[in-house]
Structure formats: structure tokens, C-alpha cells
């Protein structure tokens, strides 16, 4: 590990959004049904946007070797051929075994969950190299850490969940961010590719604390 990838590691690590009021309160135990399906049926936008997120980033980039990397992580997103393992519906499943009635998995998004995914949009289209911050840390790294409280409060409420949406995610994103940190830690040699993909990260996971603040309501946060 580069240091570039190394110092993007521990920014993540120590920002704001993993000490944010609805983590804390999943971290704690002390979420409720609730508040996980608020979770879940937010991140469901999250999960079907991001292969066309993927998509947009490779289509911004003249870089190959990212190009690769890329299409390797949208083929896995796609449940390598097999439409009904693909992580989006492997969410769904979750949230159906959670008590979720397959007519209502659609609701709205919150102003945050669109601010999320407008910003990493925005982002990519700015500059590849934002974009592929964003990505590494604000979905990739950071959901390996996001997850496993998470993961653990859906079991705890819901003995019966269907839990391969995390177990899958979490197995493959390890991967991924050591795969893209490879590309990060070369590109981070040119100092304005390097600006970029700093500015991606920050901005991407402060957009991430704003789509929990619309969670938090719903905790009493």
C-alpha cells in the first residue's frame, strides 16, 4: 500500500460520518426495526444506481488499466451473469426477509440520498479522478465498515434476514479498493490527479453524512 492510499485509509477512518448519530445508534444495539428498513430501502437507490455510476466513471476515463479494473467490479455487481445474484437484488432480498412487501421496496429517496448520488455524479463528471476517489472510499473502503454494524443489528432484529447482500458486498469491496488503491497510489504521482482525488473523497463522504442526516429523524437523533 502506497502512501497516498495509506493517508486515504485513515481519512476515512477517522471522518465524521463514522461517528454519525444513526451509525452510533446501529453500532450500540439500540436500533430498531424501523430505523433499519429506513436504512435499507435508502440504500436500495444507492444500490441500483451504482452500476450506472460505474458505467459513468468508465466512460469518463481514458485510462485503461482503470477501464479494467472497473468493468471487473460492474461485472461482479451484476452477479457475474447471474441476474438474481446481483448486489441490487440481493438488497431486495434482504429487505423482503426483513418484513418488506415486494410492492412497497420502491419509496421515495430523501433529499439526502439524492444529494449522495447527485454529488458523486457530479464528481465523475468533473473529473475521472475524483470520481474514482469517490468511489475507493466513500462506497468501496467505506462500506466495508459501514456494513458490519450494520450487518450485525439486522441479525439481531431480524434472526431470519437473508444476510448475503453484506457478506457479498463486504467480500468483494476488500478487493476492490486494493485494486483501485494500486491505480490511486501511481495516479497520486502527478500532483493534480493526486488534488482530485482528495477533493473526490472529501466531498463524496461528506455527501454520505448528509444521507444519513435523513435518517436520523427517524432515530430521534
Known sequence: MGATSQHLRNFVDQHRVLRHPFLALVTSGEAGPEQLVAWGLQERHVSYAFPRSIGLLISCSDDFRMRTVLAENLWE????????????????NLLVSMGVAKDRLDRPPTEGTLEFLRTQRELTT????????????????????????????????????????????????????????????????????????????????????????????????
Not at 455487481?77 to 431486495?92: K, S, T, W, Y
Open 126 to 221: 468533473s473529473s475521472a479522478w475524483r470520481g474514482v476517489g469517490a468511489f475507493c472510499y466513500a462506497n468501496e473502503y467505506l462500506s466495508l465498515a459501514e456494513f458490519r454494524p450494520l450487518e450485525d443489528a439486522v441479525r439481531s432484529q431480524f434472526p431470519a434476514a437473508d444476510l448475503a447482500y453484506f457478506t457479498e458486498n463486504m467480500k468483494a469491496d476488500t478487493r476492490h479498493t486494493e485494486l483501485l488503491e494500486s491505480l490511486i497510489d501511481a495516479a497520486a504521482e502527478v500532483p493534480s490527479h493526486r488534488a482530485d482525488i482528495l477533493y473526490g473523497v472529501g466531498a463524496a463522504l461528506d455527501a454520505r453524512c448528509r444521507f444519513y442526516d435523513a435518517l436520523a429523524p427517524r432515530t430521534g437523533a
Open 77 to 92: 455487481e451484476f452477479g457475474e451473469g447471474d441476474p438474481d445474484q446481483a448486489h441490487a437484488v440481493l438488497l431486495d
